[in-house]
């Protein structure tokens, strides 16, 4: 039988720094480089006491042009019902990527979540009433997609035995696919021979799918 190997990375996973700079609310607005990666934070104790209630702080994460900005929850426990972390893409807030609050604070599994240009600010809010032990924010910053062409599928001999598809060209450069694309690869029909599809290091974007027709495998992801 024919073994095809499909390997789809479609969003690179950054190797977040072991020890990095953490940046507690302060109030008002904090610019960091994501380039240089670190940590946002409710406060200094975060998970052991409590943060303050009414806190109202930004940070600006900013990432050289050409790269874009990727953060990941690594703690998260917030009061009910007001109480929230909002992300926008870009300097504005007229562009949410995702408002994380209480509801989501039981054994919270963060997606990566990424901007669409070099830039992503971070809100942080609490009111008046309880407060709880808060959240720890990990940022980076990861390389933005070179154009939206679609990866290739390359056969590791003449006989098309085996091989690979790959989502987008510098999937392996920890390169990002873009936005708005519509890729499909059709393997060449073999006599006698069937195709067998592996799928690894999927990692997909909110409404961002990889099927497999006349078959039911399936990927669908949120924003990783």
């Known amino acids: 039988k024919t073994t095809l190997a499909a390997w789809l990375r479609?969003?690179?996973?950054?190797?977040?720094?072991?020890?990095?700079?953490?940046s507690n609310c302060l109030g008002g607005l904090q610019r960091l480089s994501a380039e240089a990666g670190g940590e946002i934070a409710s406060h200094s104790g975060v998970g052991t006491t409590n943060y303050s209630?009414?806190?109202?702080?930004?940070?600006?994460?900013?990432a050289p042009p050409g790269k874009r900005v990727i953060v990941r929850f690594t703690y998260m426990d917030l009061e009910s019902p007001n109480d929230r972390v909002t992300l926008y893409d870009g300097l504005t807030t007229s562009a949410e990527?995702?408002?994380v609050s209480a509801n989501d604070s039981v054994d919270y599994e963060s997606p990566r979540f990424v901007?669409?240009?070099?830039?992503l600010t971070?809100?942080?809010?609490?009111n008046s009433q309880f407060a709880r032990k808060g959240f720890r924010l990990e940022y980076n910053a990861t390389v933005s997609a070179n154009s939206s062409a679609c990866g290739s599928v390359t056969f590791d001999d003449a006989s098309s035995s085996s091989g690979m598809i790959v989502s987008h060209p510098g999937y392996d450069q920890n390169s990002l696919y873009a936005a708005s694309m519509y890729c499909n690869w059709?393997?060449?029909s073999v006599s006698r021979k069937f195709y067998q599809l592996y799928v690894g290091n999927v990692s997909l974007g909110n409404g961002?799918?990889?099927s497999v027709n006349q078959g039911t495998a399936s990927v669908t992801g949120g924003s990783s």
């Open 186 to 188: 059709t393997l060449p």
């Open 115 to 119: 901007s669409s240009a070099n830039i």
């Open 122 to 126: 971070v809100n942080f809010y609490s």
């Open 208 to 210: 961002d799918c990889l």
């Open 53 to 62: 209630s009414n806190s109202q702080c930004y940070w600006q994460l900013d």
């Open 10 to 22: 479609c969003l690179c996973l950054v190797d977040f720094p072991a020890n990095v700079q953490q």
């Open 97 to 99: 990527i995702a408002v």
